[in-house]
């Protein structure tokens, strides 16, 4: 569905990359994270797999078609929801609809039944610039969908979101996938993307890190453990952490439970986040 | 790119421009009043040549001979009182004669003839007025010059038909509507930049060119409504329409290309009013130059707005036809193929 091939991007002209050799594919129907800090590359490589940007080196292709060399038959049938809000603020949102519409020759365009899918119905008529933030991240959402795309690219789309418009958004990522479209999901959002992608790649300093999917990548970079508050001396809470990969594990819960006074008890697996910062030795900030 | 997607882009054009309050009203009240001005300025040209006179009565033929010629003499009972017309502006320039000065031209004398100019009259013509009582008084004596001289007028004899105010004015009224639009559409495309719509745009089957073509087709429609509004009210089209709209469409199409050249170039909104302040000033100076005549010279051909502005007034004033406007339709049409060339690149390379 998508594939990317040695993708290289340089901004400057001493070849001071913003993406290197960048190789992975997507498959039909599913939900891809793009993890990775501000500056990782993120932006850069979707536009270069959205016909945004053609690339130095390497190639890239979406629905089997080369996006360098046919960008507008990719874009006709992708969807693209922008990091930064680019809306018509002067337009209402059905106008705004109306008008990408044409844009994909569209006939018989009901933009109020997408207006109410993404929870904005009734609101058509109201200008964009009238909207919360959350309603015109939707909007941009209902803008990405209307041609009904087989590749849904959506960059950042629930960043400083209000959790009920954050739900919406994720609502219709997991809607666009039963529908069959493969969702490229952008983010540095680390719960998102284990909530909702099939396998995530990190990226970092315009490399891919890491690929795999989320369950696996804790597998293998994760450590377990069991997290105890004990009782200590005049009262004080303390905590104990006792290794679950290990082979001692069990006589070191036997003894925790013997020798001290456990107030709490909680399993714990090590989070995407903290996957990244091992595997980059940075944060997502 | 179909007429669906073409038709939907102008309307969302025009719908934006119209939202943006300070081009809506500039370009509405704008057109009413230069066509109110227009129509205050004067229709007539005055071409009654006035002399301050303090002397003796000339001879009747004399005096009607002068009028035939536009010139009219204003008699002053004192020297002192023409002196005090002149210092006051009320006539540029006076002559006084001592009133003896037939009798002593007469006994082949050389009478004193006084020429007062006000201040800011130029030396030329101070030279002209000067030559024109020498020959006066040459002709006073009875003589003649021993020359037979043939007035002979190359292109129309606007003698008793001179271009009123107004008319001069019309090509300059012409080129201010369409930098005007200029300005309106290089904020569009401006704004539409800034705030990434013109990315979303290009992340449709939409391509560069198309957009391109509905930016100049929206341009080209907006400047040439409003030109064709002016000429319309103001009887601009009455001689020779349909070059006039040619020359009107092709201008249109110049100050589109070089809106695309300040969008491209432009950050925001005050740096398209700089830019289109600049590109206003510059263009305008064909047309100002009418106005005022003898304020420039060839250089101003290398202008496009001039052959505009040319044509426009040949056509108005002298009733240019197809054959004599070609050449500068030709022009206008070269240079605004450049400028759309020129700002469409500029721009493309922007949007990349």
């Avoid at chain 2, 009654?48 to 204003?74: C, H, I, K, N, Y």
């Avoid at chain 2, 003898?294 to 040319?310: A, E, H, N, Q, R």
């Amino acid at each position: 569905m998508i594939k990317a091939q040695n993708l290289f991007y340089s901004y400057s002209k001493t070849n001071q990359y913003q993406v290197n050799d960048v190789s992975f594919e997507v498959k039909d129907g599913e939900i891809f994270g793009f993890l990775g800090p501000n500056g990782a590359g993120k932006s850069t490589i979707v536009k270069m797999l959205t016909g945004q940007l053609k690339p130095k080196q390497g190639s890239a292709s979406v629905l089997g078609l080369d996006v360098a060399r046919k960008p507008k038959q990719v874009q006709a049938q992708v969807g693209i929801c922008f990091e930064i809000t680019n809306l018509y603020e002067d337009l209402s949102a059905a106008a705004n609809l109306n008008l990408f519409a044409r844009l994909f020759n569209i006939k018989d365009f009901d933009a109020e039944a997408l207006l109410e899918r993404v929870g904005l119905g009734g609101r058509g008529r109201d200008l964009v610039s009238s909207y919360s933030k959350g309603m015109k991240q939707r909007l941009m959402v209902a803008r990405a969908l209307l041609n009904r795309p087989q590749v849904l690219f959506l960059d950042e789309p629930t960043d400083g979101l209000d959790p009920v418009s954050s739900d919406a958004i994720r609502r219709i990522i997991l809607e666009e996938r039963q529908r069959g479209a493969t969702v490229f999901l952008t983010t540095h959002d680390m719960l998102e993307a284990d909530k909702l992608c099939d396998r995530v790649a990190f990226i970092n300093q315009g490399q891919i890190a890491a690929i795999d999917t989320p369950h696996a990548l804790k597998q293998k970079y994760g450590r377990r453990s069991l997290k105890a508050q004990v009782a200590g001396p005049e009262g004080r809470l303390e905590l104990r952490e006792i290794p679950l990969d290990d082979g001692n594990s069990a006589a070191a819960v036997t003894e925790l439970f013997t020798q001290e006074k456990v107030i709490t008890l909680h399993s714990e697996e090590a989070t995407l986040e903290d996957i990244f910062i091992q595997i980059t030795g940075r944060g997502l900030a | 790119m179909n007429p669906r997607m073409l038709a939907a882009l102008v309307w969302k054009d025009i719908i934006l421009f119209f939202k943006n309050r300070f081009f809506a009203f500039i370009s509405i009240i704008g057109l009413v009043a230069y066509i109110a001005i227009y129509f205050t300025m004067p229709n007539t040209v005055d071409e009654t040549l006035e002399l301050a006179w303090f002397g003796p009565q000339l001879p009747g033929m004399v005096v009607s001979e002068l009028q035939e010629d536009g010139l009219e003499l204003r008699n002053y009972p004192s020297e002192e009182a023409l002196q005090e017309a002149v210092l006051s502006g009320e006539d540029p320039v006076g002559v006084a004669m001592p009133q003896d000065f037939l009798e002593q031209l007469s006994r082949g004398d050389k009478p004193p003839v006084r020429i007062y100019f006000k201040t800011d009259v130029p030396d030329e013509y101070r030279a002209a007025y000067t030559l024109f009582l020498e020959e006066l008084g040459f002709e006073l004596t009875g003589n003649t010059l021993n020359i037979e001289s043939e007035e002979v007028v190359l292109g129309p004899d606007m003698a008793g038909h001179q271009v009123p105010p107004r008319q001069r004015m019309l090509p300059l009224i012409t080129v201010f509507i369409l930098m005007i639009e200029t300005w309106g559409l290089a904020a569009l495309i401006s704004a539409e930049i800034e705030a990434g719509t013109l990315r979303a745009l290009l992340t449709t089957p939409l391509t560069i060119p198309g957009l391109f073509a509905s930016k100049g087709f929206t341009g080209v429609f907006m400047a040439f409504t409003q030109v064709v509004v002016l000429l319309l009210i103001t009887g601009g089209l009455r001689t020779e329409p349909l070059l006039v709209l040619t020359a009107l469409l092709l201008g249109a199409f110049l100050v589109t290309g070089i809106s695309f050249l300040i969008a491209s170039v432009a950050g925001d909104m005050m740096s398209v009013m700089a830019w289109g302040m600049l590109a206003l000033i510059v263009l305008a100076i064909p047309a100002f130059n009418l106005l005022l005549p003898g304020l420039t010279t060839d250089w101003i051909k290398i202008l496009p707005s001039y052959y505009l502005v040319d044509i426009v007034y040949r056509v108005l004033n002298f009733g240019a036809g197809w054959s004599q406007a070609s050449s500068g339709l030709l022009t206008l049409l070269a240079f605004g193929l450049v400028f759309f060339v020129l700002g469409a690149y500029a721009l493309r390379r922007k949007l990349q």
